[in-house]
């Protein structure tokens, strides 16, 4: 509702905590801080911040719910254009990074601390530009599911199935035009969004930053992956999009810092990948 507000204690301002600085939000007030004080409850602006975006804000903004075919659920962010009427079909953009999950209950779980009555855009995506270009952007952390230090062993099932199914779902309802996707995201996302066009027939095109193609540069573990190299050769293989570029479909770009300092991330992936 854009009535209810997120507060939020940022520190005491003095000694006994009688006085302290607050955050104040909701989905439709830009956030702000305030003195209160905590015995007659009275309260003192500190900070008049407007928003900075308003070309973001007026965009649409919908929580959608898609099941894969084995049933398991996840959440999707949908941003529309503010003019956008109910049934008509968008290129569609979809901007992902995925996670990791032994269970649905475990995923489940990772939802318990996002605060719904945030402010709008209070941590919007660049590639949200696009719903003002008149796009339908999906931004969402595909879940990769299994065992205990094993959940790798599924990665590409597992996105080609999240994949499929939130398509099929933004077809049904009518948001997307299946036949002018894109895909992207950066770091793990681009990794991602590569594996995305090797494995998938979906995308017209993808948008990958800062990524790593080839595993075998990453020997001794990558995000939750645990098992090096030589313990777990198929899945760094298999999970490699750099040895099914032939199988590439839809054109990439693809953007790296030149001095990236994360190892796991270096430029050499992005120049080897381009070759």
């Known amino acids: 509702s854009p009535t209810e507000s997120s507060v939020e204690l940022e520190l005491p301002l003095v000694p006994d905590f009688t006085r302290a600085l607050i955050r104040r939000e909701s989905v439709a007030s830009f956030p702000n801080y305030y003195a209160v004080d905590l015995r007659s409850g009275t309260e003192t602006a500190v900070t008049k911040n407007a928003d900075p975006m308003p070309e973001f804000t007026r965009l649409q903004r919908k929580r959608i719910w898609v099941t894969r075919a084995d ?42 601390t996002e605060n719904i009555n945030q402010f709008v855009t209070g941590q919007p995506r660049a590639i949200e530009y696009l719903a003002t270009q008149g796009d339908a952007v999906a931004n969402f952390n595909p879940p990769i599911f299994g065992e205990s230090g094993r959940m790798n062993d599924n990665y590409v099932f597992d996105l080609r199935n999240n994949l499929a199914a939130v398509i099929d779902e933004l077809d049904r309802q009518g948001y997307i035009d299946r036949a002018r996707l894109g895909i992207g995201g950066h770091s793990y996302g681009a990794f991602s969004t590569v594996n995305a066009l090797v494995h998938t027939p979906f995308f017209k095109a993808g948008i990958a930053g800062d990524g790593m193609y080839n595993r075998s540069l990453t020997p001794w573990g990558f ?11 198929k899945t760094y293989l298999d999970m490699s999009p750099f040895f099914n570029a032939d199988k590439m479909t839809g054109a990439l770009l693809m953007y790296h810092s030149i001095e990236d300092q994360n190892v796991g991330t270096a430029p050499i992936s992005s120049e080897r990948m381009m070759h």
């Open 71 to 112: 049933g398991v659920r996840f959440l999707v962010k949908l941003t529309l254009p503010a003019d956008y009427q109910q049934g008509t079909r968008l290129p569609g953009m979809l901007w992902l990074y995925p996670f990791e999950y032994t269970s649905q209950s475990d995923y489940d779980r990772s939802l318990r």
């Open 223 to 233: 995000q939750n992956e645990r098992r090096d190299f030589w313990e777990g050769q």
